[in-house]
Protein backbone atom coordinates (compact mmCIF):
# COMPACT_ATOMS: atom_id res chain seq x y z
CA UNK A 1 0.00 0.00 0.00
CA UNK A 2 1.59 3.45 -0.62
CA UNK A 3 1.20 5.30 2.13
CA UNK A 4 1.42 9.63 1.20
CA UNK A 5 5.22 9.24 3.09
CA UNK A 6 6.10 6.46 0.22
CA UNK A 7 4.69 8.61 -2.50
CA UNK A 8 6.85 11.15 -1.16
CA UNK A 9 10.18 9.34 -1.41
CA UNK A 10 9.26 7.57 -4.52
CA UNK A 11 8.96 11.20 -5.90
CA UNK A 12 11.94 12.20 -4.19
CA UNK A 13 14.33 9.14 -5.77
CA UNK A 14 12.54 10.08 -9.35
CA UNK A 15 13.55 13.54 -9.08
CA UNK A 16 17.12 13.32 -8.19
CA UNK A 17 17.48 10.48 -11.09
CA UNK A 18 15.96 12.90 -13.58
CA UNK A 19 18.39 16.14 -11.81
CA UNK A 20 21.38 13.31 -12.01
CA UNK A 21 20.68 12.81 -15.66
CA UNK A 22 20.04 16.55 -16.75
CA UNK A 23 23.18 17.48 -15.07
CA UNK A 24 25.02 14.07 -16.45
CA UNK A 25 23.98 15.82 -20.35
CA UNK A 26 25.08 19.25 -19.46
CA UNK A 27 28.59 17.84 -18.82
CA UNK A 28 28.57 16.10 -21.85
CA UNK A 29 27.67 18.61 -23.67
CA UNK A 30 29.92 21.24 -22.09
CA UNK A 31 32.93 18.63 -22.84
CA UNK A 32 31.77 18.15 -26.44
CA UNK A 33 31.75 22.11 -27.03
CA UNK A 34 35.23 22.47 -25.34
CA UNK A 35 37.01 19.76 -27.76
CA UNK A 36 35.74 21.36 -30.60
CA UNK A 37 36.94 24.49 -28.93
CA UNK A 38 39.94 23.07 -28.41
CA UNK A 39 40.04 21.07 -31.71
CA UNK A 40 39.20 24.75 -33.89
CA UNK A 41 41.77 26.77 -32.10
CA UNK A 42 44.65 23.97 -32.17
CA UNK A 43 48.08 24.24 -33.87
CA UNK A 44 49.98 26.70 -35.73
CA UNK A 45 50.06 28.52 -39.18
CA UNK A 46 51.18 31.44 -41.01
CA UNK A 47 48.33 33.99 -41.29
CA UNK A 48 47.71 34.87 -44.40
CA UNK A 49 44.80 37.39 -45.39
CA UNK A 50 42.77 37.91 -48.01
CA UNK A 51 42.82 41.14 -50.27
CA UNK A 52 40.01 43.92 -49.97
CA UNK A 53 38.08 43.71 -53.63
CA UNK A 54 35.10 45.56 -53.10
CA UNK A 55 35.11 49.15 -51.58
CA UNK A 56 30.73 49.77 -52.27
CA UNK A 57 27.76 47.71 -51.90
CA UNK A 58 28.93 45.85 -49.35
CA UNK A 59 26.51 43.71 -46.82
CA UNK A 60 26.59 42.11 -43.13
CA UNK A 61 25.83 38.68 -42.44
CA UNK A 62 24.12 38.61 -39.39
CA UNK A 63 26.97 40.16 -37.26
CA UNK A 64 29.78 38.78 -39.76
CA UNK A 65 31.02 41.42 -42.14
CA UNK A 66 30.83 41.25 -46.06
CA UNK A 67 34.45 39.09 -46.70
CA UNK A 68 35.16 40.80 -49.75
CA UNK A 69 35.13 44.33 -48.28
CA UNK A 70 36.40 43.76 -44.45
CA UNK A 71 38.58 40.53 -45.16
CA UNK A 72 40.59 41.73 -42.14
CA UNK A 73 43.86 43.39 -41.44
CA UNK A 74 47.22 42.87 -39.22
CA UNK A 75 49.88 45.29 -38.20
CA UNK A 76 52.98 43.56 -39.32
CA UNK A 77 55.11 44.04 -36.69
CA UNK A 78 52.35 42.72 -34.07
CA UNK A 79 53.94 40.08 -31.93
CA UNK A 80 52.25 38.25 -28.82
CA UNK A 81 54.73 40.12 -26.42
CA UNK A 82 53.48 43.49 -27.77
CA UNK A 83 49.53 42.50 -27.88
CA UNK A 84 50.16 41.16 -24.30
CA UNK A 85 51.30 44.48 -23.21
CA UNK A 86 49.31 46.20 -21.08
CA UNK A 87 48.07 49.65 -22.70
CA UNK A 88 49.05 48.06 -26.19
CA UNK A 89 45.04 48.61 -27.61
CA UNK A 90 44.88 51.67 -26.49
CA UNK A 91 48.56 53.02 -27.73
CA UNK A 92 47.36 52.00 -30.98
CA UNK A 93 44.13 53.15 -31.75
CA UNK A 94 43.49 55.26 -33.95
CA UNK A 95 40.41 55.51 -36.64
CA UNK A 96 39.23 59.01 -37.63
CA UNK A 97 35.83 60.79 -37.73
CA UNK A 98 36.04 60.43 -41.64
CA UNK A 99 37.03 56.56 -41.68
CA UNK A 100 33.56 55.45 -39.60
CA UNK A 101 31.31 57.77 -42.14
CA UNK A 102 33.50 55.82 -44.68
CA UNK A 103 32.84 52.24 -43.01
CA UNK A 104 29.44 52.87 -42.57
CA UNK A 105 29.08 54.13 -46.25
CA UNK A 106 30.67 51.15 -47.83
CA UNK A 107 27.85 49.02 -45.97
CA UNK A 108 25.07 51.16 -47.00
CA UNK A 109 23.98 52.53 -43.45
CA UNK A 110 23.35 55.92 -42.68
CA UNK A 111 25.57 57.97 -40.34
CA UNK A 112 25.47 58.02 -37.41
CA UNK A 113 23.06 55.11 -35.93
CA UNK A 114 21.60 55.81 -32.16
CA UNK A 115 23.92 55.38 -29.75
CA UNK A 116 25.12 52.20 -28.56
CA UNK A 117 23.23 50.21 -31.55
CA UNK A 118 26.27 49.76 -33.87
CA UNK A 119 30.18 49.87 -33.74
CA UNK A 120 33.10 50.66 -35.86
CA UNK A 121 34.52 47.02 -34.95
CA UNK A 122 37.76 45.77 -35.89
CA UNK A 123 37.23 42.34 -37.22
CA UNK A 124 40.64 41.32 -35.89
CA UNK A 125 40.59 43.36 -32.80
CA UNK A 126 43.32 45.42 -31.70
CA UNK A 127 44.25 43.46 -28.71
CA UNK A 128 44.91 40.45 -31.33
CA UNK A 129 46.93 42.42 -33.69
CA UNK A 130 44.42 43.73 -36.00
CA UNK A 131 45.48 46.89 -37.73
CA UNK A 132 42.99 50.14 -37.86
CA UNK A 133 43.01 49.80 -41.77
CA UNK A 134 39.80 50.05 -43.49
CA UNK A 135 40.01 46.23 -45.09
CA UNK A 136 39.77 45.43 -41.04
CA UNK A 137 36.97 47.17 -40.42
CA UNK A 138 32.77 46.84 -40.26
CA UNK A 139 29.97 48.38 -38.78
CA UNK A 140 28.69 45.81 -36.07
CA UNK A 141 25.35 46.00 -34.58
CA UNK A 142 24.52 45.39 -31.03
CA UNK A 143 21.25 43.39 -31.70
CA UNK A 144 19.68 40.76 -32.45
CA UNK A 145 22.26 39.18 -29.79
CA UNK A 146 25.03 37.60 -31.05
CA UNK A 147 26.01 41.19 -31.77
CA UNK A 148 29.54 43.35 -30.98
CA UNK A 149 28.80 42.93 -26.97
CA UNK A 150 29.20 39.00 -27.89
CA UNK A 151 32.20 39.21 -30.27
CA UNK A 152 34.06 40.93 -26.95
CA UNK A 153 33.95 38.55 -25.05
CA UNK A 154 34.98 35.93 -27.99
CA UNK A 155 38.13 38.78 -28.28
CA UNK A 156 38.84 38.47 -24.39
CA UNK A 157 38.89 35.18 -24.60
CA UNK A 158 41.08 34.94 -27.50
CA UNK A 159 43.55 37.46 -26.24
CA UNK A 160 43.59 35.60 -22.69
CA UNK A 161 44.60 32.17 -24.70
CA UNK A 162 47.18 33.82 -26.19
CA UNK A 163 48.77 35.64 -23.63
CA UNK A 164 48.71 32.17 -21.53
CA UNK A 165 50.68 30.57 -24.85
CA UNK A 166 47.65 28.04 -25.18
CA UNK A 167 46.96 29.59 -28.52
CA UNK A 168 48.95 30.80 -31.19
CA UNK A 169 48.22 34.37 -32.23
CA UNK A 170 48.28 34.00 -35.71
CA UNK A 171 45.65 30.81 -35.49
CA UNK A 172 43.51 33.55 -33.25
CA UNK A 173 43.94 36.13 -35.84
CA UNK A 174 42.51 33.45 -38.59
CA UNK A 175 39.47 32.26 -36.52
CA UNK A 176 38.39 34.91 -35.46
CA UNK A 177 38.90 37.08 -39.21
CA UNK A 178 36.78 33.80 -40.87
CA UNK A 179 33.98 32.80 -38.13
CA UNK A 180 34.17 34.15 -34.55
CA UNK A 181 30.93 32.82 -33.99
CA UNK A 182 32.46 29.09 -33.84
CA UNK A 183 34.28 30.51 -31.03
CA UNK A 184 31.66 32.03 -29.40
CA UNK A 185 29.60 28.93 -29.91
CA UNK A 186 32.14 27.39 -28.92
CA UNK A 187 32.07 29.06 -25.48
CA UNK A 188 30.75 27.06 -22.22
CA UNK A 189 27.96 28.91 -20.03
CA UNK A 190 30.45 29.40 -17.38
CA UNK A 191 33.23 30.51 -19.82
CA UNK A 192 30.93 33.58 -20.76
CA UNK A 193 29.74 34.19 -17.24
CA UNK A 194 32.90 34.44 -16.32
CA UNK A 195 34.08 36.66 -19.20
CA UNK A 196 31.41 38.78 -18.38
CA UNK A 197 32.50 39.31 -14.98
CA UNK A 198 35.68 39.66 -15.30
CA UNK A 199 35.10 42.64 -17.57
CA UNK A 200 32.30 44.29 -16.12
CA UNK A 201 32.19 46.79 -18.68
CA UNK A 202 30.78 44.55 -21.78
CA UNK A 203 26.93 44.89 -20.70
CA UNK A 204 26.66 47.89 -19.69
Given at each position: ?16 G ?11 V ?26 A ?9 D ?98 G??E ?30 F ?5
Open positions: MLTPQRVILIFAVLLLVSGFLYGQRQWSAGRADRLMALLAGQETLSLDVRTKAACAVRGPLPHACTPGAVFADATAAKICTPGYSKSVRSVTQKVHEQVFAEYGFGYPQPYGSFEVDHLIPLELGGSNDVANLFPEAADPAPGFHEKDLVENYLHEEVCARVLSVAQDRISHDWLAIYNGLSPDDIRRLKAEAGWAN
